[in-house]
């Protein structure tokens, strides 16, 4: 038996133990409150500059992949990230998460373009937000990692990271037309590669060094290097086009064929479920590097995206999430709260009405960052290695389907023979009839999921 010295030693160390818990659950509760956010003021303030400004590249690149006029990407960005500051108020799902058009999506909404035609991509939006809001509603996002196993998704950001990379790698030799003759490899030309060569290699060894302290410096570099450099030496610019933004109602515009809005529907509902599962993960990121060490909640993280996305389909916007890079620099700026969210927001929005001033980024700048974009998720097949051969494979596969035929036609494909493999394996190994398989593997689906992620 214990001593009472003993009980009261152990009922003080509960207590002391509970009371702590208690403080941590009611400090996490608090941290939307405008006391909370009013202690980091001037470091959210000072994060939010450095994230906008790494924004900037970031969402030109993006929006140049998915066919998307800039100004449209650059007010998505600055929507969601005004969206995402007071959705933090109400129901935060991530506390520095940074809001952005993903790159994973940009074939996909480019493929939506040449598909559909630029008219209809803000009915496609809006339909991505509506199938996103009942996801969301219904906290299907429970399910969607266990549906769509994780090295699946992983092999399809790595085959758009493949056409990423291919299609910036073309700025790298792109010289003005003035420099153009009939001589491929001019002169000119030689000195644009030698140029874009330098500054990748200066980005990444940049990017080595800060990665873990301040990964905005490279960017920073690459850019100001870059803007100095074109004083000097004639290379291609950025030219931003100066669309107009307004308001009006998302619908579907004439010439839509009832069966191309069926492959309208499937399209939308990829491009939810993608967008969904990208922000799972993300979030899961996210939580690893909080500050402060909060938990993450992914269904409310999902109610700021199908939110601002509903809203951005309305100025013929672009999909959004909290992109795990911007998120990174955010935290390593310094940010505490969401609070640097509209800051990020608030830089972007200053860009978007005065796009001039992108005039002066040369294209093998933003070239450097892309392919590293790109880069990074082809790098994160590493990642599928730790589930075995099996999913390195279909990974593999994932991501060669995804680049040769197509975004959706390549994730069809995938996943058709993820379950058809699941199926006969089950059914040889387990001597189970078909439909006995499919039971139980709704069983262990709705197992698995409930209590994983929030």
Not at 52 to 61: H, R, S
Not at 100 to 126: R, S
Request: with cysteine.
């Amino acid at each position: 038996m214990k001593s009472k010295t003993e009980e009261k030693w152990l009922f003080s160390g509960q207590s002391r133990t509970a009371a702590a818990a208690a403080a941590a659950a009611t400090a996490a509760a608090s941290t939307g409150s405008a006391a909370f956010q009013s202690q980091y003021v001037l470091r959210d303030i000072a994060a939010g500059l450095i994230t906008g400004a790494m924004a900037i590249p970031l969402t030109i690149g993006i929006a140049i992949m998915s066919d998307y006029p800039i100004k449209v990407g650059l007010a998505t960005v600055a929507f969601a990230s005004f969206i995402g500051w007071i959705n933090a108020w109400f129901k935060p799902g991530n506390y520095i998460g940074s809001p952005g058009i993903a790159a994973g999506l940009a074939p996909v909404l480019a493929m939506g373009v040449a598909t559909f035609g630029w008219e209809n991509m803000a009915f496609c939006i809006f339909m991505t937000a509506v199938m996103q809001a009942i996801i969301w509603k219904f906290n299907w996002q429970r399910y969607l990692l266990v549906a769509v196993p994780v090295y699946l998704v992983e092999g399809l950001l790595a085959g758009v990271g493949l056409k990423i990379l291919l299609k910036f790698s073309e700025f790298t030799y792109e010289i003005p037309d003035a420099l153009v003759t009939e001589e491929f490899w001019n002169t000119a030309r030689i000195q644009m590669v030698a140029i874009s060569a330098a500054g990748l290699a200066v980005f990444l060894l940049l990017f080595s060094k800060f990665k873990n302290t301040q990964p905005a410096v490279p960017y920073f570099v690459l850019i100001a290097g870059g803007i100095i450099l074109a004083q000097f030496v004639s290379v291609p610019m950025i030219s931003v086009e100066d669309v107009d933004l307004h308001l009006q109602l998302p619908l579907p515009q004439a010439d839509v064929s009832l069966l191309m809005l069926v492959y309208m529907v499937l399209f939308c509902a990829m491009l939810a479920i993608v967008d969904v599962i990208e922000q799972v993960m993300s979030n899961a990121a996210i939580e690893k590097i909080d500050p402060l060490g909060r938990k993450t909640n992914s269904n409310n993280s999902l109610l700021a995206i199908w939110i601002a996305n509903l809203g951005s389909s309305f100025f013929h916007g672009m999909t959004n999430l909290d992109g795990l890079a911007k998120s990174t620099t955010n935290k390593l700026a310094g940010a505490m709260t969401k609070f640097s969210v509209l800051i990020i927001g608030s830089v972007v929005c200053f860009f978007t009405f005065n796009t001039y001033y992108l005039d002066y980024l040369p294209k093998f700048s933003l070239a450097a960052i892309m392919m590293f974009t790109g880069y990074k998720m082809i790098a994160g097949l590493v990642h599928v290695t730790h589930y075995g051969p099996y999913a390195l494979i279909l990974s593999l596969l994932t991501a060669g389907l995804v680049y040769k035929v197509g975004i959706f036609e390549g994730l069809l494909i995938a996943m058709v023979m993820h379950g058809i493999i699941h199926f006969m394996v089950f059914t040889k190994h387990d001597n189970m009839p078909g439909k006995a398989v499919v039971k139980r593997y709704f069983e262990n689906l709705k197992k698995d999921s409930s209590g994983n992620l929030q």
